[in-house]
């Protein structure tokens, strides 16, 4: 995930929650996250542009961030 943090650090926030905390628990009660990992990409409007539970591919993450960033 770093790899891709570093690639879209100046269009891309991440967040990552631990859900443990209550900041964590908030975060899953608002995403409605049932099981972990989750991962959300959502867009400069705030809507959820893409989301799946469990580990993911980085290439796929990749390919979405990419989509959503338009294409950097």
């Known amino acids: 995930m770093l790899a ?5 650090e100046k269009d891309v926030e ?7 905390s ?7 009660g ?3 996250i049932y ?8 867009g400069g409007d705030g809507e959820v542009r893409y989301s ?3 580990v993911r591919p980085l290439s ?3 390919a ?3 989509e959503v960033t338009g294409g950097k």
């Open 14 to 20: 991440f967040i990552i929650a631990d859900t443990n």
């Open 52 to 54: 799946e539970e469990g």
């Open 30 to 32: 608002e995403f409605d």
């Open 4 to 8: 891709l943090e570093e690639k879209y």
């Open 22 to 28: 209550q900041e964590g628990r908030r975060l899953g």
């Open 64 to 66: 979405e961030l990419s």
């Open 60 to 62: 796929e993450l990749d």
């Open 35 to 42: 099981y972990i990992p989750a991962i959300f990409i959502l």
